[in-house]
Structures are given as C-alpha cells and as structure tokens.
C-alpha cells in the first residue's frame, strides 16, 4: 500500500490523539475547478524523492465529480477513478488499479448508503466479492487531500471524517484540525 503523507500548510490530520472542539462535517461549494489538476512530488522516509502523486478532477455531465488519482512510485503504478457526488462529495463507485512488476491489481466499488460493495481481483487473476457496512457519512481515502480544500477551514476549526479504503476494506475516523495559519506564497501566484 501507497501511504503518502501530503501536507498541506494550515491543516494536521490526526488519528484520535488529542480531544479538540469538533464541529459538524459541512464541505463549502468544489473549491476546485473541472478540469483542475494537481502533481505532488513524494518522498520516503529519508526526505529522497520517490515518485509522483497526480490528482485530476473533473465535473461530469450530471453535476458529480470524477476524481482520478494517479502514483508513480518504485516502479509501481497505481491509477483510481473515484466518482463522488457534487453535494457533500459522497464516493459513488471507485476503482483502483495497480501495475507492479510482479502483476495487476484491481478493486472496484460500488457504494449505496450504508455499505460498499467491493470486488478485488489479485495478481494472481483471482476475483473475489465482499460486502462492507460503511457509514452515509464515509468518504474515499483517496479523496481526502483534495476535500481538505472544501473544509471552512479558520483557526481552531476542528471536525471528523470517517475515511474507508476499499483495497483492505478499513473504515478509519481522522480528525482534521487548524491549529495555525501561515501565509504561503507559490510559484504561481
């Protein structure tokens, strides 16, 4: 499994490690614009460059978001297509797939409000189904470092999110908290 670590200025994700004044989970309006697209470079734990981390987003014709998310990273390649919805960014169905040496990997799902129904195949072109309780208000893994942006983010602003990766089937709550601002100048503009 990827484990990318991006941060992201104002924000720390934190695992249940402290007990801040948490507030509802209320996203703003797509902060992002269809068609937007973000590469991130990855490093291991030594600080040494290991890959490359894109995020493409794009608006489909009924409204909902196609998030498409893309790692190059010691010689693997893991490609997911997540669609989520325009109101709230509810995950609809995702499929990941990824390319090692060694073989093929896919997990597709399919979600409804309160499970997700998965199928896995393994590089050893074995396809199994499974079925996961999964809470309405679960987002994707995959999504969190773009629906970080649609938080109302503002000092002291703390709420939880219960995140689900479909490859292990793992339902975790990650608790998003401003503990500071700082003003951040980018290439860009």
Excluded: H
Aim: with cysteine.
């Amino acid at each position: 499994l990827f484990v990318s670590c991006l941060v992201m200025g104002v924000v720390l994700l934190l695992m249940g490690c402290s007990q801040p004044d948490v507030q509802p989970l209320k996203f703003n309006a797509a902060p992002w614009q269809p068609n937007e697209a973000s590469v991130y470079q990855l490093t291991n734990l030594n600080g040494a460059y290991a890959g490359t981390a894109r995020y493409d987003l794009t608006q489909l014709q009924d409204g909902n978001w196609n998030l498409r998310r893309e790692i190059n990273s010691q010689g693997t390649q893991e490609i997911v297509a997540l669609n989520m919805s325009a109101e709230g960014f509810r995950p609809i169905q995702s499929t990941m797939i990824r390319v090692a040496r060694d073989g093929t990997e896919i997990v597709s799902a399919k979600y409804s409000s309160s499970q997700a129904d998965m199928e896995l195949t393994t590089k050893q072109n074995i396809t199994t189904q499974q079925r996961v309780s999964v809470p309405s208000d679960a987002r994707e893994q995959v999504a969190l470092v773009m629906l970080l942006r649609a938080l109302p983010l503002a000092q002291d602003y703390a709420v939880r999110l219960n995140i689900f990766l479909p490859v292990v089937g793992i339902l975790d709550r990650v608790t998003v908290m401003v503990e500071e601002t700082q003003q951040v100048t980018v290439p860009a503009g």
